[in-house]
């Protein structure tokens, strides 16, 4: 199995509060031309839906590719790329208003499967959807394997996980909190609406999609995958205060001003 | 809030496959004297173990530390620097043997608190610990607010994520595909039980624990919070397959053997 990780550029992208920096292994230009499962992840995602060079190499491989898949708001970037035009797809709960604005069957599942397009829920149902495309792609027993390697039995403190669990009081904390970076994905939406109505009148007219493979192949592997890693993390294409890589990932954490969330028990 | 990510010098600590790097902020020299909650994270954690700047500087910084903490097998750090005698702890399912072999008292809870010692189990286990640490430290609200934030309303496709649900078979396919690292890792045991019994004879004879602080202070904000990032990833105190950092985080993965655990579908 190949993973590549894939980015406009070689450069490091970094998290927020630059500290993790990812990799990326090859570019959108030097990328193999066909990748078995196309993976996009989330998070402030709005920059990246209005990149073009990230929209048009999705929608490349998207089109060959035999499973499509995303978690969060990943969702956001690859309905910005047309790839879930008639399809069902789970994101972010906080994101399920803007898929549907961009004509998207909303699902509330934290794995979402669609004929082959594999979508999760936000942040942490990364791992429920992990696990689900591991059975469907590498089979049942590598994806038990994994769930015991990484004592994925969860017992939450609380029952705050969702919207319904964590209360109106709660959400209306959540979209205070995140009111600057939900402007932001708002205003995407409706520019990417605009962009796909001039380019392609007849775009959401009866396109069929993409026919997903005769037959998933449990117990076979793949032999690549691709992650982009430009929308989780804090690099060119970011949302959230971009700063520079100042080399060796050397960043005194104490010059950052504290992640929106952090202020709250203060 | 400051985090300062801690580590022997500044260099990034790569992960196992060298596309992931974490940047440490400050050097077990540099770093301040006091800090709120000292957290060591897990992994593949035999050499640091045995690493004495890593030892020595936890066994320094835990004699004031407010509040000492690990997930995973870090619980096995903090034992090797001494910090869990006289206390109950969690880690990862696969490495309480280990650690009762270093005289701690195991937990097989998701979040164990014993005092001022929070201590989590295997590594998805650190998202309970993380939101019970939370609720602690910064207050309930502030926990549930994470909780909605990352959507944790887990759904496990398998009851595989313990020993127990996942059942003989797999525990045994478990035990074979991690036979070298556990080796490493009992070695490791017994060269920190040697190492104790001979600079210290009495130390498992009525050492008193030192005491947690009078009381918890919810919804009061910790000034510094400190995480050592050499036992999660791939740096030179890793176990596993430590590459050199190639510049740029630039390293194609086609070139590394695939992890144990990805050959289980071929």
Redesign the interface.
Known sequence: ?????LSNT???VLSE??????????TFDDCPEQLDILFVPGGFVGKAMLDQATIAFLADRGAMAPYIASVCNGALILAAAGLLDGYRSAT??AGRDHLAQLGVEVSTE??CIDRNRFTG?????G??FG??VF?H???????????????????????????Q??GPE??A??DK?TADSDTTLRNAVSQVKEQRAASSPTRHQGRMPASPPASSPP???FHRTTSLPTSTVCGALCDRNPRPYRG???????SFP?PC??T???
């Open positions: 199995m190949t993973i590549h990780l070689l450069d490091p509060d630059c500290v993790l920096a990812i990799g990326p292994t090859a972010h709960w934290r794995a829920g936000g942040v942490t149902a791992i429920d696990l689900t059975a792609t590498l089979g049942e027993k590598a994806a038990k394997f994994a769930q015991l390697m990484m004592g994925y039995d969860p017992k939450p403190p609380f029952n705050a996980g969702s919207p669990g964590a709660m959400v904390l959540f909190f117990d076979r592997p060796r990932g050397v960043v005194p954490t104490s504290a969330h952090c709250l028990g203060r």
